[in-house]
């Protein structure tokens, strides 16, 4: 076992016991959550709380915990459950990025890599690993599916994209991005024995693909259906069986629907990659040649000709018209003043009417820096990939909320294959700084009348 693994978990168990001593009551969404699971923890499964929008995977597993180990649904108890799965995020992690390496992971399941323990404490999930909320057992699980998709294990990859909706309705999205980032990679990689002819899909390597390669791409696609629709069959009975829930609940939010009614806004993508690159920068900085490198690579992409220069204008425009048109003023994100983007939106975003168009070319400048990233040892599909899968996670939602960036900041992060040891060790520490600072807010500067801060 490294000797990192147990400091992590360590920290953890202090920072939980803190918690739950100073915090000792239901808080924000806990008041929701934590007497649903007990009314499981008690047998009334028909029991259900209308505002509850998520279905019941935490509660179940927090009634399999209690049956296991004989523990009482006690908030503090019931806090456990996040935790432990956070506990287990290195582990699950540790196989994710190795996949991305191309290397085999350590032969014991309790050394996680050193990378693996620092994106599990990326602040998101940190924070909410001690509260009873959804995100880090919603997470552990689209990573273990992702993974068992990589291991062509696709009826547990099912399996798991399964349970793995029980947390989160929007994580079928990320059991299709399971199957289909596996498939790329076993197209990349399939070996064609002598004399054999395979179709080949095109998919050259993302730094040196141009605009016309994307049409190729697609041209190419039908070819390799054949090699690839096997593989998915396990994923289509999860699907009948979403299909199904989907007609029975009448939508796919459970509960209070008029407060989550699904709409259109299209900033949300520019919001996550601004969101990405706060967190992610010491990643961003830490290839070949650092910040000047990284600087000039993204000029040129951006401004590198007229072509380019030309494109960029248009984008530009055409993200403005996107921010003018598709903007929702959430009234949760106005009235709730206990998090922080509650101030990141009306100090930034609605200071002057102009700064939300200012930061249209800051937003395409992150967006080109993670693609220069992530597709330095990636194909063009394979870098393409996951937005086209965040999109949809994202587009419906009006509410600008850190949560329902987690799941696709670690799949992008876990991207990043050649993270050098300085660029981890600062990573580390800007999230232990962010971490440290959130929760000392958390935990000790609550405000008379207004309450905790948090994410």
């Known amino acids: 076992m490294s000797s990192s693994y147990p400091i992590f978990c360590t920290i953890c168990i202090v920072v939980l016991k803190?918690?739950?001593?100073?915090?000792?009551?239901?808080?924000?969404?806990?008041?929701?959550?934590?007497?649903?699971?007990?009314?499981?923890?008690?047998?009334?499964?028909?029991?259900?709380?209308?505002?509850?929008?998520?279905?019941?995977?935490?509660?179940?597993?927090?009634?399999?915990?209690?049956?296991?180990?004989?523990?009482?649904?006690?908030?503090?108890?019931?806090?456990?459950?996040?935790?432990?799965?956070?506990?287990?995020?290195?582990?699950?992690?540790?196989?994710?990025?190795c996949y991305h390496k191309r290397e085999r992971p350590p032969p014991s399941i309790l050394s996680p890599i050193p990378e693996a323990i620092i994106l599990s404490a990326f602040p998101i999930a940190w924070f909410f690993g001690f509260l009873y909320y959804t995100e880090v057992p919603s997470v552990l699980f689209v990573v273990l599916t992702v993974v068992a998709s990589s291991q062509h294990k696709h009826w547990l990859a099912a399996l798991l994209g399964l349970v793995s909706c029980t947390f989160r309705q929007t994580n079928i999205i990320w059991m299709l991005y399971a199957y289909a980032s596996s498939q790329l990679m076993y197209l990349r990689f399939r070996r064609v024995s002598p004399g054999q002819a395979l179709a080949m899909l095109h998919d050259p390597m993302s730094l040196t693909a141009g605009p016309g390669d994307m049409l190729q791409a697609v041209i190419s696609a039908p070819r390799v259906l054949p090699a690839i629709l096997p593989a998915f069959f396990p994923y289509t009975l999860v699907l009948a069986a979403f299909g199904t829930f989907i007609v029975w609940n009448g939508g796919i939010v459970l509960g209070d629907k008029s407060n989550h009614i699904p709409s259109f806004q299209v900033p949300q993508l520019y919001y996550f990659v601004a969101a990405a690159t706060f967190f992610g920068w010491p990643v961003l900085i830490s290839g070949a040649g650092g910040a000047p490198a990284l600087a000039r690579n993204?000029?040129?992409?951006?401004?590198?000709?007229?072509?380019?220069?030309?494109?960029?204008?248009?984008?530009c425009g055409?993200?403005?018209?996107?921010?003018?048109?598709?903007?929702?003023?959430?009234?949760?994100?106005?009235?709730d003043n206990r998090h922080y983007t509650f101030y990141v939106w009306r100090r930034i975003y609605m200071f002057h009417p102009l700064v939300p168009y200012f930061l249209v070319p800051v937003y395409l400048v992150c967006a080109w820096a993670w693609f220069l990233r992530i597709g330095r040892d990636q194909t063009l599909l394979q870098t393409l990939l996951l937005p086209v899968f965040v999109a949809p996670t994202l587009l419906p939602t009006p509410l600008l909320e850190p949560r329902y960036f987690l799941i696709p900041y670690i799949l992008l992060r876990a991207q990043v294959s050649d993270v050098p040891t300085l660029g981890m060790v600062i990573e580390g520490g800007w999230y232990m700084i962010i971490n440290a600072i959130t929760m000392g807010v958390f935990l000790y500067l609550p405000r008379e009348g207004v309450g905790r801060f948090m994410w």
Not at 38 to 53: H, L, M, N, V
Not at 72 to 81: F, H, I
Not at 318 to 335: N, Y
Request: charged share 15%.
């Open 298 to 315: 993204v000029w040129s992409r951006m401004f590198g000709s007229k072509r380019r220069t030309l494109v960029t204008i248009v984008e």
């Open 18 to 97: 803190e918690v739950n001593t100073i915090v000792d009551g239901p808080y924000m969404d806990e008041p929701f959550h934590i007497p649903q699971a007990q009314a499981y923890c008690r047998g009334e499964f028909s029991t259900w709380d209308p505002k509850i929008t998520t279905p019941p995977g935490l509660y179940l597993l927090s009634l399999v915990l209690k049956r296991l180990f004989l523990v009482k649904c006690n908030v503090a108890m019931l806090r456990l459950t996040p935790a432990l799965t956070l506990l287990a995020l290195p582990i699950a992690l540790t196989r994710l990025l």
């Open 318 to 335: 055409i993200m403005s018209a996107t921010v003018k048109f598709f903007t929702i003023h959430h009234p949760f994100l106005l009235s």
